[in-house]
T-cell receptor, first 115, second 112 residues
Framework: NAGVTQTPKFQVLKTGQSMTLQCAQD?????MSWYRQDPGMGLRLIHY???????DQGEVPNGYNVSRSTTEDFPLRLLSAAPSQTSVYFC??????????????FGPGTRLTVL | QKEVEQDPGPLSVPEGAIVSLNCTYS??????FMWYRQYSRKGPELLMY????GNKEDGRFTAQVDKSSKYISLFIRDSQPSDSATYLC????????????FGPGTRLSVLP
């Protein structure tokens, strides 16, 4: 049971490049989400999904795209990278929608630098 | 004003000390309160959660919620070097599907 896995661990992009951050979970969780973590800002929700085929925007969705074709995978796409997207990105999953009783499990993170 | 405020630290204490970590919030609709621990270069992991006001104890950790003051605390007794991490508070209104709001985290160092 690998839990939540993320690839790559580190990435450097040039402004304007696009890329996809991969996230997978093997716990059969319905709910998956993407956060970014910046110094002094805490974790901020980018996009989330309550099941395959269903996605919605979080607090800071601009510049990012997601899709959920399977229960296991939830990739995050940066359409045209900007220096403001330099951050640490975390994927998380939980059994169902967010509630006190459904613990979110976080992946190890992807450190992205945009030059 | 941010919805959730937390002193970023860093906070350094000697081994064995009692540590007090705190968050304040502005949204009176929050009912569920959580503390996450995040080791360096790792993802956050859930440490404790509480509902509404009151205390909850789990081993060396005690979580306290005072909704009247919009103030939550995490106490760590007999702190250990392995407790050195960033501690994030998080809260939610509790409605199904409602998202969490995280504090920025407090970095704690417990010195041997």
């Amino acid at each position: 049971n690998a839990g939540v896995t993320q690839t790559p661990k580190f990435q450097v992009l040039k402004t304007g490049q696009s890329m996809t951050l991969q996230c997978a979970q093997d716990m059969n969780h319905e709910y998956m989400s993407w956060y970014r973590q910046d110094p002094g800002m805490g974790l901020r929700l980018i996009h989330y999904s309550v099941g395959a085929g269903i996605t919605d925007q979080g607090e800071v969705p601009n510049g990012y795209n997601v899709s959920r074709s399977t229960t296991e995978d939830f990739p995050l796409r940066l359409l045209s990278a900007a220096p403001s997207q330099t951050s640490v990105y975390f994927c998380a999953s939980s059994y169902t929608g967010l509630s006190l009783y459904n613990e979110q499990f976080f992946g190890p993170g992807t450190r992205l630098t945009v030059l | 004003q941010k919805e959730v405020e937390q002193d970023p630290g860093p906070l350094s204490v000697p081994e064995g000390a009692i540590v007090s970590l705190n968050c304040t919030y502005s949204n009176s609709a929050f009912q569920y309160f959580m503390w996450y621990r995040q080791y360096s270069r790792k993802g956050p992991e859930l440490l404790m959660y509480t509902y509404s006001s009151g205390n909850k104890e789990d081993g060396r950790f005690t979580a306290q919620v005072d909704k009247s003051s919009k103030y939550i605390s995490l106490f760590i007794r007999d702190s250990q070097p392995s407790d050195s991490a960033t501690y994030l508070c998080a809260m939610s209104g509790g409605n199904y599907g409602q998202n969490f709001v995280f504090g920025p985290g407090t970095r704690l160092s417990v010195l041997p």
